[in-house]
Nanobody
């Protein structure tokens, strides 16, 4: 069973930065494309970014140029560097495998507010 544990969220002012981490276990992390998704209060799930097993990256238009996804296969860890944060980035952030968004951890709350 896939296990994913997100961390690194918090309260930050607009323009600030955060780094989210996702510790993966119980599957071969290096073989999977990984994705960050987010869900704001009262809204649906939104795709944020994906990194393939080969390291290719893609981003939603709303975060491109501000967020950077990366992975460390030696640590089975996925990261999301978030810069120039905006209030509209406020959401619970989840990491998932690219092929199964339904299997997710508890998420980490990111709140961007002054």
């Amino acid at each position: 069973e896939v296990q994913l544990v997100e961390s690194g969220g918090g309260l930050v002012q607009p323009g600030g930065s955060l780094v989210l981490s996702c510790q993966a276990s119980r599957f071969t992390f290096s073989a999977y494309a990984m994705t960050w998704i987010r869900q704001a209060p009262g809204k649906g799930v939104e795709w944020v970014s994906t990194i393939t097993d080969g390291g290719s990256t893609s981003y939603a238009y709303s975060v491109k140029g501000r967020f950077t996804i990366s992975r460390d296969n030696t640590k089975n860890t996925l990261y999301l560097q978030m810069n120039s944060l905006k209030p509209e980035d406020t959401a619970v952030y989840y990491c998932v495998t690219a092929i199964d968004w339904g299997n997710r951890g508890q998420g980490t709350q990111v709140t961007v507010s002054s």
